[in-house]
């Protein structure tokens, strides 16, 4: 999959890459902005962030980030706070129509910013059905409920 990295001159994947990921970092702390990163990584269906998963989100973390986002399972996975920063390691899917276990389950995530810093997060759970949000009130709690008790897992592990 290296033939589609990006290069100097040409558009492509940005490859987890720390030393450059530090010089970036580096520049963007030193005009003071807030570096959220948004990570494509994680293992499809799976409800528990793989290992290597959770050693690059703290990595970005020791290195600079304010926040992970890590997406790409299609089911929601936890949050965990690291060095008082949050790392959400799957939010799920917003609308999009895959036919599998929990895949019609999402988090929208809030961060709030205060004094040029993430002051606090919140989360709304979603469920869609064939590209339309379904309002179901008892399906968006049990979303709610699993998301929280998979954070609680990853807490527990800590």
């Not at 009130?137 to 929280?148: A, P, Q």
């Amino acid at each position: 999959m290296k033939m589609f990295k990006a290069g100097e001159n040409s558009s492509g994947v940005a490859y987890y890459d720390i030393e450059k990921l530090k010089e970036l970092f580096k520049i963007e702390k030193d005009k003071n902005s807030i570096i959220i990163v948004q990570y494509h990584t994680g293992i499809e269906y799976t409800e528990k962030p793989s290992g290597i998963v959770q050693k690059h989100a703290k990595e970005l973390i020791d290195i600079g980030a304010d926040s992970v986002i890590c997406h790409h399972p299609h089911v929601i996975q936890g949050t965990e706070l690291y060095k008082d920063r949050i790392i959400a390691y799957s939010l799920g899917d917003f609308l999009f129509d895959i036919q599998k276990p929990n895949a019609d389950e999402g988090i929208i995530i809030y961060l709030y910013v205060f004094n040029n810093r993430i002051s606090t997060w919140s989360f709304y759970p979603t469920v869609s059905h064939f590209g339309s949000v379904v309002l179901n009130e008892e399906r968006i709690n049990e979303v709610e409920k699993r998301f929280i008790k998979l954070t609680s897992k990853l807490l527990e592990r800590n």
